[in-house]
């Protein structure tokens, strides 16, 4: 039989004709799904985290075999209406059932390819400050300073304030500083400005902010803001403090203890014991 005579033979049987186009649109739909898989991953590994551009190539990729599989089956004859209304039923149950799961998927997704938050940047999320250590799909996990880990789902980062430290290049950093009353409040700035200006890590621009802020209850209170490096935070913190106070007790500046003064209105007379 020749090619011609197969290809009439197909023709004129229905159901030869039905499996026949069946199988080329499921060809169809594969080669199809497999390129585009390719090319959506190709384009999407370029502006977002590959796992992301992944995931959505392989979604795309059997949507389109499930769309060349249902029209094939079609053609077959295979009753679709019935096993469709199953399958809404059945995803309602399931999406009902697994919500809290499928926010957090989605929350990731939207976090990974936004890039809110990314590994080894210090963040604060909520009452958790620390170190991000894995971004994945479902969750975050961050390491607080103390070595906690702490494993948090992404559904939380989207209802949460995330303040993220790592983006800028530079921080401020503030505290305050009290003198007594009876020290010159000039000296003091003159030798806490000496101190700051000279400190290695202590940005000239912006420039330091040293002023008064409070007049308080001990003493009076000078308020001190630096900008440093982000990386640089703690470490500055601690050195310039320390170098603020023995610069102030070089210079014969003391930093007053919280003391009250009582006054009394009426007058009274203290007896020693045993006298009359």
Known sequence: MSTVDSILSILSNPQLLNITVALIILGIGYFTALLIRRTVFKVGARLYARNIASLVSKII??????????????????????????????????????????ASFFAGLYVMAERVIQQGEVVSIGNTMGEVVEVSLMFTKIRTFDGVLVTMPNSQLLSSVIQNYSKAVARRLEFTVSIAYSEDAEKAYRVIKETVDSHPYVLAEPAPDIFVSKLGDSGVVITVRVW????????????????????????GVSIPFPQLDVWIKTPVTLKREGSG
């Not at 679709?80 to 809404?88: F, H, R």
């Not at 440093?228 to 210079?251: C, E, G, H, M, Q």
Request: no cysteine; aromatic share 10%.
């Open 61 to 102: 990729y059997y949507v389109i075999l499930l769309i060349a599989l249902s029209t094939a089956l079609g053609y077959l004859g295979v009753e679709l209406t019935g096993l469709i209304i199953a399958g809404g039923f059945a995803g309602i149950i399931v999406g009902v059932a697994l919500q809290p799961l499928m």
């Open 228 to 251: 440093v490096p982000r990386t640089l935070v703690y470490p500055v913190t601690k050195d310039l403090l320390w170098k603020i106070k023995k610069s102030l007790d070089n210079a």
